[in-house]
């Protein structure tokens, strides 16, 4: 039988199965089981309107519970649990979580994963309101908006494909086909490459290293002042995101350092993705590249519920266009921001395919997802992997928590 | 926005072409590779797509003499063509490979036993030949030469149409398809069922069953692998296409009865009390009112649902594949020709392009919706 056939026969029987199962089910209540007729009539209406948001609700729920449920719960006892070579399990405490914290690879991929975790949604964040905010004051705003969208609908293995095109590399005596080494090859160590390649990133590293300590000032202030309006609660998040502030200035500062004394290659090309550390930022941009389209989408929209006569207001008032901006549009659209920024937090955490497809985690690009999988299909450790997989789910928890608070919060 | 009192903004031309350069710098990779599926295996090898509409001067791959015999005045001559593009302009040419650029273009070469060879500029060639040089080795043609911009789809004809060619992607076209429709429609009928039920359905539980929904939303995939690859092993599913799109099902659930729950909550009132009065039931309210007027909503999902079941590589590599190969999806199929073909880039570029022209297709084609889905599903 010919694929599509087959696969056709499958599609009915799957989708006429569940379509089958609503329909008769709500038949047989109330039919059979509880009838509106007979002498019973409005004990059965009350009865079957009492099961029915069940009979709804059943498929949904055994699909969740079985498939997104049952696997946390399954996924921790693993993760304490060690297979035994014949079948069966033994509980073996945290020795899995030990192990795991003894390779280098695990701390390689964690220490990957938390500069995925900033720089991704930092610059997928940045770029998208740059993008929504121009894309409003154009005329072709809303094509130039289609093709900053447009990546979203590749897969993470299509862009794998596209950016190792743009990073591919020749020998030196051949064409360079990669545009980014036909780029790199263009410098030759003038003025010229010396104000793009030396010049222009020191500025942009120092000028990140100054926005993250702004940020940063910005949450840990109000616990400098003896009577500020603190929450007790936040005080360890303020500490998070100064600890982190500090070790992000601390990086960007000593790689602006590193690139003044570098002595670039020029005219050689060169392999990106096997320059360690910095191989890293150019797997990262492809996922920048995909994400920044969703930011701006949903950031354009914000930007235009920004009601209009607080610009107005601001205008009158002789702010200029990048006041406006930053005084009085942004900050009305945190909110948003917020949003924007922890979705793509969640996506960051579970990125796999990026990296499975362009590095397979060599060259120090590894990250946790990926480490996940060599330990649970190629070294078939399962506790490890299991493990590791609890890391994840633990990185992810805070975000659900507030998920799931706000949420409720808006029923109310 | 800066124009409501009247001044145009001075910044328009920065705006213009910031712009212009944000979109050209997203477009270009893109570009690349759709460019790049278009040329030759030759021409991607030796320069970059971006001038593939220009006329490149480089080295031409040796090329033997060959063609039929004709005796002329006492001469036995061979003529022929060095290009198929009859507008190739030779610029140098020669018989040996250390000197290929011996020869100007319309130069007679004196080779060996009075047997001479002369190329001319537009690449058509004469050898000619004292005696017969019938079963002989004839001489190796090395030319550089201009060659016009020149396309062809004989890379999508070699990938998608050739059925022997095992880098061939038609089989993990259908096999794709054939995941993605399935999970794509059974989620949303599953889904809608229980979103009505959560937004009009009145029962104890209901609000801690948003909020467990909510919660899901953001649960990793990834800590489902082991567990449901043993479940389904034990339930005799094994590795197959139902265990794929279970876990797709399952997967899709949360974003899906949420993105439902939250339209079908916004629907007025009273038009489902009405109903009510005139003796509808739930399952024909249901049928006949929220699925109808949920369109918008459904068609969101349903064109997050296919893209991620069109591009998903994790899910499949862990619940479909197996040993045999039968099974292969596309986006493992490219994987797979990253390893194995890394540098023959009109292979991965076809093929990349194979897998990602139909959820351009859908993407162009339903924008709208999707801008309306990612605007409703980021929670707020």
Redesign the interface.
Known sequence: MSPALQGLITIIIGVGGCVAYFYFSNLFLDKVLYPPSGPNAGRNINRANMIRPWLFLAPAMIALSVYLAYPVVETLRLSLTQRVPGGGYQWVGFDNYIKMSGEPKFWEALRNNMLWLIVVPAMSTAFGLLAAQLSDRIRWGNLAKSLIFMPMAISFVGAAVIWKLVYDTRPADQEQIGIMNAVWLAFEGGPVSVLFLKILPVLGLLGFAAAVGMVAWVFVRPMLRPSGPVGAGTIPLRLLVGAAAVWLIYMSLRSAIGLIGADLPYGVPQTWLTIPFWNSFFLMIVLVWIQTGFAMVILSAALRGVPEDTIEAAIVDGANPFQIFFKIKVPQIMGTIVVVWTTITIVVLKVFDIVFAMSNGQWETQVLANYMYDKLFRANDWGVGSAAAMVIMLLVTPILIWNVYNARKEMR | ??N??GTK?S??WA??I??AV??AL?????L??FV?SFRTADQ???????SALSTQERQAPAIRVGGDEVEVDGRFVIEGRLFRATDAKVSAWGTTSTQPEANEPGAVAELADGVTLSVAEDGAYVLSSPVSTEGTRLPRIFSTAATPPEFTFDNYRAILFEPSNTDGMS?AF??T??VT??AT??PI???A??A???AW???PGR?L????????????????????L??HNEVGIGKG??GT???H???G??LA?YLLRNYMVGLPRDIIECAKVDGA???QI?TKIILPLSFPALASFAIFQF?WT?????VSL?FLIDSSGQTTVM?KQ??EL?GTRGGN?EI??T??FI??AV??L???AM?KY??RG??AG???
């Open positions: 926005m800066n409501v009192v903004s910044l328009t705006v213009h910031s712009m944000l979109v997203w477009l270009f990779p893109t690349g590779l790049s991607i090898a030796t320069s970059g797509w971006w089989r259908f096999n398809l054939t429709i399935p429609i059974i009928v599953i889904a069922f229980a009505y039920a959560l359905m009145d029962f609000a069953l948003i909020a467990a929904v909510v919660g899901l939303l953001v649960v990793p995939l990834q800590l489902a692998l082991i567990p449901l043993k479940l296409y139902l799109w279970l876990a099902t399952g997967f659930l949360p009865i039931s739930d399952f249901f893209l069109w591009n998903d590589l994790l862990v986006t490219i994987v990253l880039w991965l570029a093929a990349a897998s990602i959820p351009l859908v993407f162009f924008q999707l801008v990612l605007l980021s929670v707020k």
